[in-house]
């Protein structure tokens, strides 16, 4: 059984994909703790109405808040084997990624290598996207580095926009395919699916 950790800053839709396709049975996994940025969040009433352990993380000192160093102790005591970062709008600091090297994995809302880097989160990706006139994007999850959204690509799929009329509907459709893409990474992970092959993630 995989212990997974979530980090959330937000709605949580997807934090709730994979919760649902865990009480389906598709995943043998469970969601041992839900990490925040921000305490009043619908993704932590999600987690706190299904009796799911909540954990606020800051790299400055607040009060309610654990640091990076904490929540690494804790994750060790609990046994966690992956880190998703599902909607998560703060940078991991560095030793807290190494601490987890492999064991940390994003979605992101658009076909990296394309629409990533800082400030490229939630709607402005969208934007993004949207402004450029792109007639395709998709949704990526990846392995996190130290680096933003630069981590190796585990999965990736694209969605048809030519038709879209604007970044609020790109939103919707790439959301639909981000509830299928990260519980189906996640599946594989659980099962040992994921190799890596000359520099490129391979799932059996
Ligand atoms: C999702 O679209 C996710 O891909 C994006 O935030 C949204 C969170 O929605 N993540 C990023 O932009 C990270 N760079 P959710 O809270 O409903 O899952």
């Not at 352990?53 to 000192?61: G, P």
Request: with cysteine; proline share 3%.
């Amino acid at each position: 059984m995989l212990n997974l950790a979530i980090f959330v800053s937000g709605r949580g839709s997807n934090l709730i994909s994979i919760f649902n396709a865990i009480k389906r049975k598709e995943i043998n996994a469970s969601v041992k703790a839900v990490v925040s940025n921000k305490i009043n969040c619908p993704a932590i009433k999600f987690a706190l109405k299904n009796q799911i352990k909540v954990f606020f993380v800051s790299e400055k000192e607040k009060k309610e808040f654990i640091n990076f160093e904490q929540l690494k102790n804790q994750f060790l005591s609990d046994k966690i084997d992956l880190i998703v970062l599902a909607g998560f709008m703060k940078k991991i600091p560095a030793e807290f990624v190494e601490q987890f090297d492999n064991k940390i994995i994003n979605i992101h809302p658009a076909l990296l290598p394309s629409f990533g880097g800082e400030g490229m989160f939630g709607m402005n990706v969208h934007k993004a996207v949207f402004n450029k006139s792109c007639k395709v994007s998709g949704a990526t999850v990846h392995f996190v580095n130290n680096k933003y959204d630069e981590g190796m690509i585990i999965f990736q799929k694209a969605v048809d926009i030519s038709g879209l009329s604007s970044p609020e509907e790109i939103a919707k459709k790439v959301l639909r395919i981000e509830h299928k893409i990260l519980p189906f990474v996640l599946k594989k992970f659980a099962e040992h699916k994921l190799r890596e092959v000359n520099n490129r993630i391979i799932i059996e």
